[in-house]
């Protein structure tokens, strides 16, 4: 895999990370339900999409080697740490 892919993915993850963070600091306790309510379904459709990804991820980094392996150990780390960021 070269760099231009490698960078490709980080920068699709990256948008994907932000749009789940971005979306999470963003809700707001709706006055009609006693709940957080999200002005949006964007984080929840890019939360699911981390987690497919770090399922995918996962596979691949276990045949890959060198640089394409430490590349996707470093996507799954920044996926990990979104999604469960108590860790």
Request: glycine letters at 4%; charged letters at 20%; proline letters at 5%.
């Amino acid at each position: 895999m070269d760099i231009y892919r490698r960078n490709l993915q980080k920068v699709y993850i990256d948008a994907l990370v932000t749009l789940v963070g971005n979306l999470s600091n963003a809700r707001v306790t709706s006055p009609a339900v006693a709940s957080p309510v999200s002005p949006s379904d964007a984080g929840g459709i890019a939360r699911t999409h981390l987690i497919k990804l770090k399922s995918e991820i996962s596979k691949v980094s276990v045949i890959s080697t060198g640089i394409t392996k430490a590349h996707f150990v470093d996507l799954l780390a920044f996926i990990n740490e979104t999604l469960d960021p108590k860790k």
